[in-house]
């Protein structure tokens, strides 16, 4: 009897800046929805996403545009992500915004975890596990933003650490993937202690650069994988990604 190939997995990460550009000079959902399309990703990690929009909203800024009535995250999936999960983390100007996941498999469950901490911005963990078709384990996958202060990040990494270890099961393939403004390159250290590998330091050495998206300096932006066959950098075209938000993307193709 033949033995089937592992799944191979498209994983697609990017920070939306709730749809707008750098410096929100201008609202670009639409443009980001085909870009987020074209790769063809089997899971996309989506931080600064905005949730449903306050009541009898319809416009932004007065102005009708794609999304506008709906979430944006739920806008981004349309027609191509049969499952999504949400976690939001703030609210502000009467709209939510926060983290979420876009799957073609089934989401069998998924918790947001609020790890906010005094004095800095909201910031949240999402994890959600799937079904995958011809892999007998559950795959999870955690979406992450952390936040702009080191002594914050610690904490949010421990917070990180300690929800692993109670939610994920050892032998579980793992998908850690977001926003983890660590431009001091300190999260690894932290990381490494429970099996996570960051896909493009294993691949190149170091991790890529992702912020600002039109000249990418800081490596902000990571692909986290435990308890998988393979994974390496899925490469991307620099536009039209560079005019949509203020990181530029990350994808991976993962075997599981």
């Known amino acids: 009897m033949l033995l089937s190939d592992p799944p191979l ?63 944006h995250y739920e806008y981004l999936a349309d027609q191509i992500w049969c499952e999504h999960a949400y976690g939001r983390n703030a609210v502000i100007a009467g709209r939510d915004h926060g983290n979420a996941l876009l799957s073609r498999f089934p989401i069998l469950g998924f918790t947001n975890h609020d790890v906010s901490v005094p004095g800095g911005e909201a910031r949240g963990l999402l994890h959600c596990v799937m079904r995958v078709a011809g892999e007998s384990r559950p795959l999870h996958g955690v979406c992450v933003h952390l936040g702009l202060r080191e002594s914050h990040r610690q904490r949010q990494l421990q917070s990180l650490l300690e929800m692993l270890a109670r939610e994920v099961p050892d032998d579980a393939p793992l998908i850690v993937a977001g926003d983890f403004n660590d431009w001091r390159g ?18 190149n050495g170091h991790h890529a650069r992702s912020f600002p998206a039109r000249l990418p300096l800081l490596r902000l932006d990571r692909i986290y994988v435990r308890q998988v066959k393979a994974a390496h950098p899925f490469p991307l075209p620099r536009r039209p990604w560079s005019t949509l938000s203020d990181h530029a993307p990350l994808a991976a193709e993962i075997q599981l």
């Open 9 to 71: 997995l498209r994983v697609l990460t990017v920070n939306v800046h709730k749809g707008y550009t750098a410096w929100r000079r201008r609202f670009m959902l639409h443009e980001l929805r085909e870009a987020v399309r074209t790769v063809g990703s089997d899971l996309v990690f989506l931080q600064e996403v905005s949730g449903a929009p306050a009541a009898g909203a319809s416009a932004h800024n007065g102005v009708p545009h794609p999304g506008a009535s709906m979430a």
């Open 186 to 203: 300190r999260a690894d250290a932290a990381l490494r202690g429970c099996g996570l590998v960051e896909v493009f330091r294993l691949a």
